[in-house]
T-cell receptor, first 114, second 116 residues
Framework: DTGVSQDPRHKITKRGQNVTFRCDPI?????LYWYRQTLGQGPEFLTYFQNEAQLEKSRLLSDRFSAERPKGSFSTLEIQRTEQGDSAMYLC????????????FGEGSRLTVL | AQTVTQSQPEMSVQEAETVTLSCTYDTSESDYYLFWYKQPPSRQMILVIRQEAYKQQNATENRFSVNFQKAAKSFSLKISDSQLGDAAMYFCAYRRTQGGSEKLVFGKGTKLTVNP
């Protein structure tokens, strides 16, 4: 297993454009999480899936943000009409639903909105 | 809502010395998990150590150990024999064991510098 992978690793876009990030979790894991991390801060929870069901969304996830996990495997996070405040590192993590729920993180997708 | 507080934005330690990073949390739950994660510069976050609240014995992983004080809601990380590779951001995190929100809640982190 190669771990959690995220694509693209870096994305530079202009304000108002749409962007989409992809996350491929560890294959045995049934849970997938999205977090946002700004410089010097801890990760902030956005949403998580168990299999294909989206079980929780943060209030941080405005209507411009949408996440999907259509077949319970990979997930996409789309940001529509990007704003400069969306600039951040978007982290994906996966885990088992049983046990301690230790999260295994990807390296993140860094978004810069000009 | 659960909150996690790391009161030390930055810490430094000499190589081979011991350093303790502080973490406090707020919860009304009786059972939960606590974690310390390490995030090296430009690298992915990895788990350092975990503790389940119902276990009284403090967790240890090689040079890493915790001081878990449930009544005080304190969960500090001790790094012994510090190495240059320990330099990183360290995040304390909380997760309830069952029911309701099962997300990990993170503190703001402590940047650890290891001086040669």
């Amino acid at each position: 297993d190669t771990g959690v992978s995220q694509d693209p690793r870096h994305k530079i876009t202009k304000r108002g454009q749409n962007v989409t990030f992809r996350c491929d979790p560890i294959s045995e894991h049934n849970r997938l999480y999205w977090y946002r991390q700004t410089l010097g801060q801890g990760p902030e929870f956005l949403t998580y899936f168990q299999n294909e069901a989206q079980l929780e969304k943060s209030r941080l996830l405005s209507d411009r943000f949408s996440a999907e996990r259509p077949k319970g495997s990979f997930s996409t996070l789309e940001i529509q009409r990007t704003e400069q405040g969306d600039s951040a590192m978007y982290l994906c993590a996966s885990s088992f639903s049983q046990g301690s729920g230790e999260l295994f993180f990807g390296e993140g997708s860094r978004l810069t909105v000009l | 809502a659960q909150t996690v507080t790391q009161s030390q934005p930055e810490m430094s330690v000499q190589e081979a010395e011991t350093v303790t990073l502080s973490c406090t949390y707020d919860t009304s739950e009786s059972d939960y998990y606590l974690f310390w994660y390490k995030q090296p510069p430009s690298r992915q976050m990895i788990l350092v150590i975990r503790q389940e609240a119902y276990k009284q014995q403090n967790a240890t992983e090689n040079r890493f150990s915790v001081n878990f004080q449930k009544a005080a809601k304190s969960f500090s990380l001790k790094i012994s024999d510090s190495q240059l590779g320990d330099a990183a951001m360290y995040f304390c995190a909380y997760r309830r064991t069952q029911g309701g929100s099962e997300k990990l809640v993170f503190g703001k982190g402590t940047k650890l510098t290891v001086n040669p």
